[in-house]
């Protein structure tokens, strides 16, 4: 029965977006804390923030933003290692913490989410457990063409194999979308809705390529809810301020250009005051740096990065980005 904080996953209602709205790369490039993989393509996908269409379920339900996939032209056909795929991580301390007794088959969490694809067939969802002997739960899910639907699977802690989540800042579960994974990734003897030992060749049964086949075919993802318990509970809508600073603890954005002071006879540093702490240390995408030195990983932590230089007054250009990420 908690009202708030029930939520595991950060920007479930894909509200924030950060580095930008569209991107035809990889890993974290468009919303935040979600990223995206894929290869063997003959023409790379585009992701995108986009809107949920008003009069929709979704929308009525309070989700305004989607996080959309669009497919290249894969004129090669489905390749047995051609693969495109959605995934979010929670931090292990998070979920070691969470009162879910990963351990128990009579422990649950429950998954939820709202997903639409442009082509009607079944998709393979799956959880990677990572700390210790990585485990994997494969799921799927059927959905018509253009349609809403939403998704709920419970799913238990297990004694056997055992499931390890350390109680760090480190990833303790991936959460995956597969929208394609060819032969390679995929085996038919896999079995759906239980634990099994982690291997790359049996993520899933084998799947489904009309999507990955279909010149443009798009889908999308919102509403993505994790919480402890056998029961999806209604959506844990958060303010964009609270959710902002939620993402922040992985990547912030300097919104304009930071200037420090005139350099002494010797050097000078500039320190950047991180919004929150942030998960660890992290590593930085300068844009427009004048007169900087170095940046001083050993100084630098979660709180604050310094920066420094000899000569000249050190600028960090707006859009210099601070990454933490899992």
């Known amino acids: 029965g908690q009202l708030s904080n029930r939520n595991l996953v950060i920007n479930g209602a894909m509200n924030v977006a950060q580095r930008g709205t569209s991107s035809t790369s990889v890993g974290y490039v468009t919303l935040d804390r979600f990223n995206t993989d894929y290869g063997g393509e003959n023409e790379a996908m ?51 913490n969470s009162g879910w007794n990963y351990v128990s088959s009579s422990s649950f969490i429950t998954l939820s989410f709202w997903v639409k694809s442009s082509v009607a067939q079944t998709f393979y969802g799956r959880l990677e457990s990572v700390d210790g002997t990585a485990r994997n739960f494969p799921y799927s899910y059927a959905v018509s063409a253009n349609t809403w639907t939403k998704v709920v699977k419970t799913i238990p802690g297990n004694t056997s194999p055992t499931i390890d989540i350390d109680n760090n800042n480190g990833s303790g579960m991936e959460f995956h979308w597969d929208i394609f994974r060819g032969t390679n990734f995929s085996d038919s003897g896999v079995s759906l809705d239980t634990w ?103 100084e630098s932590g979660t709180y604050a990065s310094r920066f420094y230089t000899n000569s000249g007054t050190p600028r960090l250009g707006p859009g210099t980005k601070f990454e933490a990420e899992l």
């Open 46 to 96: 585009t992701y995108t923030q986009a809107d949920v269409s008003s009069g929709t379920t979704p929308y009525t339900e309070g989700f305004r933003k989607t996080f959309k996939v669009q497919n290249g032209n894969q004129t090669g056909g489905a390749g047995s290692g051609d693969y495109v795929f959605v995934r979010t991580k929670i931090e292990a301390q998070d979920l070691a």
């Open 196 to 298: 099994a030992t982690y291997a790359s060749g049996t993520r899933t049964p084998d799947q489904t390529s009309t999507w990955w086949t279909t010149n443009d075919a798009t889908w999308e993802l919102t509403g993505v809810q994790v919480e402890v318990g056998p029961v999806a509970t209604p959506f844990e809508h958060r303010s964009i301020g609270d959710e902002l600073v939620r993402c922040q603890r992985y990547c912030f954005v300097l919104p304009q250009s930071h200037q420090g002071t005139s350099p002494n006879s010797q050097y000078v540093d500039m320190y950047i005051y991180h919004p929150t702490i942030m998960r660890a240390k992290p590593t930085v995408t300068q844009v427009s740096p004048q007169n900087i030195g170095g940046y001083d990983s050993n």
